[in-house]
């Protein structure tokens, strides 16, 4: 059964999130609380009109305010992560192994791929069937309910020197713009991975995330420093329909 867990606005603003792919500091604003789990809308993107088969991923949400993560389950710890994270969000994980008292899953630090495993105890789970994937070479990005394709639509990448680097990712937060005509668009995901290339940027540490845009004619492009943009439509659809801890797989 799919459990579509709260989606809890960030506090902190738009620059220390993103690695800058839309400008500068500058143009970072404050973003609007967004909260509440919302009914899916009907998606005009949909390729299959079958019921989806069974398939989903569990999301590991933090009780309390910090979990320690462990290297291996005999109990070496590996570092303390707390919560909410730095944009008011509640800390969520995606599961990849539940070995029942144990979870091993994706960390949202650097390097992008890093794993750990946490106690059962310390987290609530819940479960979704919604992954999205990003296919660098053709531009275009598909989100699927279980095995089926329930939205597809252009996204813009980085530029050759600021890639989006391939891997498995999961979203960390959600943001919603106080201007949603600004160079972020409607509302922008926070990823659990960051720039190959960027350290830093605008005072953050150059995390990704997929957001809108107010340059629809870029989609379709290189155009970012290591961000996903797409269109403001496509964006609102997933703050609606996709919950904190859905998978996200960018291809080559």
């Not at 107010?214 to 379709?220: E, L, T």
């Amino acid at each position: 059964m799919r459990t579509n867990l709260l989606r809890t606005a960030a506090v902190a603003t738009l620059a220390l999130l993103l690695t800058g792919c839309a400008g500068s500091a500058r143009s970072a604003v404050r973003p609007e609380p967004v909260s509440g789990a919302v009914r899916p809308e009907p998606a005009s993107g949909a390729v299959r009109s079958e019921p989806a088969r069974s398939i989903s991923s569990k999301i590991a949400t933090v009780k309390g305010s910090r979990i320690t993560v462990y290297r291996d389950k005999e109990g070496g710890a590996q570092r303390t992560i707390t919560s909410p994270n730095d944009y008011g969000a509640a800390r969520a994980f995606l599961v990849e192994r539940d070995e029942g008292e144990w979870l091993q899953v994706l960390l949202p630090i650097r390097p992008n791929g890093s794993k750990g495993w946490i106690k059962a105890t310390d987290v609530t789970l819940a479960e979704t069937a919604y992954r999205v994937e990003i296919e660098r070479g053709a531009f275009r990005f598909t989100v699927y309910d279980g095995d089926r394709a329930v939205r597809t639509g252009k996204v813009a990448t980085g530029e050759a020197g600021t890639p989006t680097p391939p891997g498995r990712y999961f979203f960390t937060e959600l943001v919603k713009p106080a201007d949603p005509g600004g160079a972020y668009g409607a509302y922008a995901f926070g990823l659990s991975g960051f720039s190959p290339v960027l350290k830093s940027f605008a005072g953050g540490p150059g995390q990704l995330a997929i957001h809108g845009t107010n340059k629809p004619s870029a989609i379709g492009t290189r155009a970012s420093h290591g961000c996903v943009r797409i269109s403001n439509d496509d964006i609102t659809w997933m703050a609606k329909n996709l919950a904190i801890g859905t998978p996200v797989v960018v291809k080559g």
